[in-house]
C-alpha cells in the first residue's frame, strides 16, 4: 500500500506540480501522505478534476485598491422586485465567511470556505440615475435590469480600471430573456447575477464550455464562475472562488477605490467613465480582447494611457 502512496503521489505531482498538491493538501486540513490516501480511497478521477479548478481565474490584475482587509464595497440596487431575492442572496454568497463542511468516505471532516474572505458587499439605494443605461458610480458596483431586446446576451459586467485598480463596476441583466419560460427560474437569475458580480470583483471564469461537467471544489459545489446549461450546482461561488478572492486580494494598497466614506443610503461620489459605454449600442465598448467560441465576449475602451473600461458579456450558447 505504501508503494501505491508514492506511486499516486508522483502521478498527481506530475499533473498539477508539487506545490500545487501541497496547496491543496492544506486547504483539506491534510499531510500529503494523508491526501495520497484521500485520493486512493475517494477515486484518483475525482481529485484530478478538483484539483484541475484550482487554476488561476483572476481577472488579469484587476482588483479593488483598499487600504485594509477585510473591505465593504456598496452595491446600488436599481433592480425591479423580481430581481431583489437574486441580488440579495449573490450579497451574501459574495460576503461569505461561515464554515461549509463537507465528510469524506473516511470521515474525514473538510472546510470548502474560507473565514478569510476579504469581501463584504452590502446593498445600499441605487443611484444609477439611468436604470436603462445603468450609469456607473465612481466606488461602487450599480446593478440594473431591463429589456435590453434579443441581442443575444443574458448580461453584462463593466469594470472601469486605473492602471490595476478598479474604481467601478456594473451590471446589467436582460429581461427580455429572463422573462421568458427558458430563463426565468431562480437558478438562471442566480447564476447569472452572481457571475457578473464577480466580474466586477476581479474574477474571471472558471470554465467556459456549457456542455461538460460541472467544475467542482473538494466538496461537490459547482461554481457561478463556470458556464453551464445546467445552472442548478452553479448559482454560487465555490471554495476556489473564495480562495482566488483571498489570493487576490492578498496586498494592501496605499490608496483606495471604494466609496466606504459615502452615507449608508448612497451609492457614490460621481459618475465615472463607464457612462460613455451604452449596453445596447456595441460600438461603445471598444476593440474586442477576448473571444469564446469564436464569438467576442471580452471588450476593451481606452480613455487615457491608465484608464479605460472593460466589457465582459455572459452571451446565449
Known amino acids: 500500500m505504501e508503494r501505491q502512496f508514492n506511486i499516486i503521489c508522483v502521478l498527481i505531482c506530475s499533473v498539477i506540480g508539487f506545490t500545487s498538491m501541497k496547496k491543496i493538501a492544506k486547504e483539506w486540513f491534510l499531510s500529503p501522505r494523508s491526501l495520497a490516501m484521500q485520493i486512493a480511497m475517494n477515486g484518483l478521477a475525482v481529485f484530478l478534476f478538483a484539483a484541475a479548478a484550482n487554476a488561476n481565474h483572476a481577472w488579469s490584475t484587476y482588483h479593488w485598491a483598499r487600504t485594509a482587509n477585510p473591505f465593504t464595497i456598496k452595491v446600488g440596487d436599481n433592480v425591479t422586485s423580481g430581481w431583489d431575492f437574486s441580488l440579495t442572496e449573490t450579497c451574501a454568497d459574495w460576503s461569505d465567511i461561515s464554515p461549509f463542511f463537507f465528510t469524506l468516505t473516511d470521515g474525514t471532516v473538510i472546510n470548502c470556505n474560507r473565514a478569510d474572505n476579504p469581501v463584504r458587499l452590502t446593498l445600499v439605494t441605487g443611484t444609477s440615475g439611468n436604470a436603462r443605461r445603468c450609469t456607473a458610480k465612481s466606488g461602487t458596483i450599480q446593478v440594473c435590469n431591463s429589456t435590453y431586446g434579443n441581442n443575444g446576451w443574458l448580461g453584462i459586467a463593466t469594470i472601469s480600471v486605473s492602471g490595476s485598480h ?15 419560460a427558458s430563463y426565468n427560474t431562480p437558478a438562471w437569475r442566480r447564476l447569472v447575477m452572481e457571475q457578473e458580480v464577480g466580474h466586477c470583483l476581479g474574477l474571471n471564469h472558471q470554465d467556459e464550455n456549457f456542455s461538460n461537467a460541472d ?67 456595441p460600438a461603445t465598448w471598444g476593440r474586442p480582447i477576448g473571444s469564446r467560441n469564436g464569438r467576442m465576449n471580452l471588450f476593451e475602451r481606452q480613455f487615457g494611457p491608465n484608464l479605460k473600461v472593460i466589457t465582459h458579456v455572459f452571451w446565449l450558447e
Do not use: W
Request: charged share 15%; glycine share 10%; proline share 5%.
Open 215 to 281: 467544475v467542482v471544489d473538494a466538496c461537490g459545489r459547482g461554481s457561478c464562475m463556470d458556464y453551464s446549461n445546467n445552472p442548478d450546482n452553479q448559482g454560487t461561488p465555490n471554495g476556489h472562488d473564495y480562495d482566488q478572492l483571498v489570493e487576490i486580494y492578498s496586498h494592501l494598497d496605499a490608496t483606495t477605490t471604494i466609496a466606504s466614506g459615502l452615507p449608508s443610503t448612497q451609492g457614490n461620489a460621481g459618475f465615472d467613465i463607464s457612462d460613455s459605454v451604452d449596453p445596447e449600442n
Open 166 to 180: 478598479i474604481t467601478a463596476g456594473t451590471v446589467k441583466v436582460n429581461d427580455t430573456y429572463f422573462n421568458t
